[in-house]
Antibody
Framework: EVQLVESGGGLVQPGGSLRLSCAAS????????MNWVRQAPGKGLEWISY????????YYADSVKGRFTISRDNAKNSLYLQMDSLRDEDTAVYYC??????????WGQGTLVTVSS | SYELTQPPSVSVSPGQAASIPCSGD??????ACWYQQKPGQSPVLVIY???KRPSGIPERFSGSNSGNTATLTISGTQAMDEADYYC?????????FGGGTKLTVL
């Protein structure tokens, strides 16, 4: 069974940092590109970052570019999101997402990040 | 950047068919997916590759995609289908979501 388990969320002050992790299992991790998607309270889904299978291609949404860094460790079947200079508007549930145009997106359960003083 | 547009809300009576459109430039040339999300839960894939249903998704869920519009249709809508629905496509490897449609069954 494919599983994605996020961790690392919590309460952080504006300007602070957090590192999210996603542990993948049930599939060959290094065969899939991965993404982070977030959902602010009461809002829709927002794609924020993509990383290719070998980390050779990385993309960010304009809303997080220069502040967030995506990475992966294929040996550990893990995906990461380093979030710096956090703002109130970064408050959201963050989902780890495995995507494939032929099979759609597989989602984790999400981890809540709250940015507040 | 590529955009997908959905109506904010759709209402349907129980037992009737509900259609949720998703529009985007030449969307018919891309694969479209649909996700159902209920409050407090992660999204669930209900349609992929425009028309295919994952195992476990009821047959009343179907999809189409042509021209500039993809459509999710729920035939014989049930109260349990009340949820937010998001369309999604890829634009040069980047995941793009529609704004979401709240389906109300009343």
């Amino acid at each position: 069974e494919v599983q994605l388990v996020e961790s690392g969320g919590g309460l952080v002050q504006p300007g602070g940092s957090l590192r999210l992790s996603c542990a993948a299992s049930g599939f060959t991790f290094n065969s899939y590109s991965m993404n982070w998607v977030r959902q602010a309270p009461g809002k829709g889904l927002e794609w924020i970052s993509y990383i290719s299978r070998s980390s050779s291609s990385i993309y960010y949404a304009d809303s997080v570019k220069g502040r967030f860094t995506i990475s992966r460790d294929n040996a550990k079947n893990s995906l990461y999101l380093q979030m710096d200079s956090l703002r109130d508007e970064d408050t959201a549930v963050y989902y780890c997402a495995r995507d494939n145009p032929w099979s759609g997106i597989v989602w984790g359960q999400g981890t809540l990040v709250t940015v507040s003083s | 950047s590529y955009e997908l547009t959905q109506p904010p809300s759709v209402s349907v009576s129980p037992g009737q068919a509900a259609s949720i459109p998703c529009s985007g430039d030449k969307l018919g040339n891309k694969y479209a997916c649909w996700y159902q999300q209920k409050p407090g839960q992660s999204p669930v894939l209900v349609i992929y590759q425009n028309t295919k249903r994952p195992s476990g998704i009821p047959e009343r869920f179907s999809g189409s995609n042509s021209g500039n519009t993809a459509t999710l249709t729920i035939s014989g809508t049930q109260a349990m289908d009340e949820a937010d629905y998001y369309c999604q496509a890829w634009d040069s490897n980047i995941v793009v979501f529609g704004g979401g449609t709240k389906l109300t069954v009343l």
